[in-house]
């Protein structure tokens, strides 16, 4: 939250002096633009100081159509997101499976300067160190892949293991993203498991589909539990 507050801070500062030289550059007065935009001339003026903390993306808009910008703007990958509680159970599953040999971490930033991005975890063996991503809904396939994808580019690990909740949307999900994202995961998430088990590096990325139980219940283990591509 401190970095979100801090973003917000910055941003308004950029928009709030970009729509003050806007409007000095086409020679309107306060009264003439905040008029335009149906809001105060004091409110205005707080927004070219940056002192309106507050002030609806709308308004923002509107002011910076009135001395003719565009405000635009566009979410990115950022830092780690809050995690909910099946989120947090899912990780604990996969790390339930692992060797005690291997050393687990959680949170774990990108090696880049400045880059807010984080793995959801990694798994360290001699050698070698695996990356962790947790998906309880996925549902955009192509978007997943394309995030995956560029962090795999940046992040300086031998493998990928994407775990997801073993449930009904989600065999769906993987059945219909088979040509999206299944073949970059070319390792059996049955495999993957055993050789983590062992203390063996995976040997590639791999879907891994794990249950959470519910509280009070246990998850059924039996043949034919996982989906046949995992």
Known sequence: MDRANR??????????????DARIDRGLSVDAASAAAGI???????I???RSPR??????VRCGAVVGLDV?????PGGPPIRDAAHLALLRALHE??????????????????????????????????????ETRPHDAQALH?????KLRDGEVDGLILVVRDTRTTRAFLREAADEIVPSFPIRGSIALERLRAGSAPGGNAIVVLPIPRPGRVASAG?????PHV
């Open 146 to 150: 394309r995030r995956l994808a560029l």
């Open 72 to 76: 635009v703007t566009r979410a990115y």
């Open 7 to 20: 973003n917000a801070e910055l941003l308004l500062i950029r928009i709030g002096g970009e729509i003050h």
């Open 97 to 134: 499976h692992l060797d005690p040999s291997l050393r687990w971490a959680t949170e774990v930033p990108l090696p880049i300067p400045g880059d807010p991005r984080c793995w959801d975890a990694t798994i360290t063996g001699r050698g070698w160190i695996e990356a962790v991503e947790a």
């Open 223 to 227: 043949p034919g539990h996982q989906p």
């Open 40 to 46: 105060s001339n004091a409110e205005w003026s707080r």
């Open 55 to 60: 002030v609806p993306l709308v308004t923002l």
């Open 48 to 50: 070219e100081r940056h």
